[in-house]
């Protein structure tokens, strides 16, 4: 049983492992806006553009999932997950029209990319250990990674402001999800996010 530090700790959104590495999709750099544009933790504008995201897999694969991960790390949701995350957690989110390509065809109604429109200070620098890339302050891998507990406050999603890959969950909107049985996504602590874990 959880005790109460351990359930204000945010949780990391994951890739789940049973996953296929094959359908992780590919963000088109070519044909879309700046990748980085969607990881500030802030609203984008729509005059930004449509990101393209490139699938190897068929339709008929992709619609198995309701989440579809992508080497860009900006989550592709359905309208089930899309549904969801604007009841709980509205005020956090904004979905945005994407392309979703795959074999056989182009599928524009089937996922929005979930833009996160928050950004938090949430490691525990006295509990953690990491290494930064040479010449900045930019956290580059983790050894040991902590959370502070109520970090995130009343915000339900939100990018770790210092490490921007990461996608912080309350363990509120953590339960929905898990309650929804969204498949395409996993809820990892921190200590899952260390290096070799």
Not at 159 to 187: F, Q
Request: charged letters at 25%; a negative charge; proline letters at 5%.
């Amino acid at each position: 049983m959880q005790n109460n530090s351990e359930q204000d700790t945010p949780l990391v959104w994951t890739i789940p492992e049973e996953f296929p590495e094959a359908l992780i999709g590919n963000y088109d750099r070519k044909r879309s806006p700046d990748r980085f544009e969607y990881r500030k933790g802030q609203p984008v504008e729509a005059s930004l553009g449509t990101p393209v995201f490139v699938f190897s897999g068929c339709l008929e694969d992709l619609l198995e999932w309701d989440v579809l991960p992508n080497d860009a790390q900006l989550p592709l949701v359905n309208g089930k997950v899309a549904e969801l995350l604007t009841r709980e957690a509205g005020a956090d989110v904004q979905l945005l029209a994407a392309i979703v390509e795959h074999q056989g065809g182009a599928a524009n109604d089937h996922w929005k990319l979930l833009n996160i429109t928050r950004a938090v200070q949430a490691i525990d620098h006295a509990a953690s250990k990491y290494s930064l890339i040479d010449g900045t302050r930019q956290i580059l891998r983790f050894d040991k990674l902590r959370y502070r507990s109520g970090a995130l406050g009343d915000v339900k999603i939100a990018r770790d402001a210092e490490y921007k890959s990461h996608i912080l969950v309350s363990h509120s909107l953590a339960d929905a999800l898990i309650a929804s049985k969204a498949r395409g996504l996993a809820l990892s602590g921190p200590e899952d996010m260390e290096a070799g874990a």
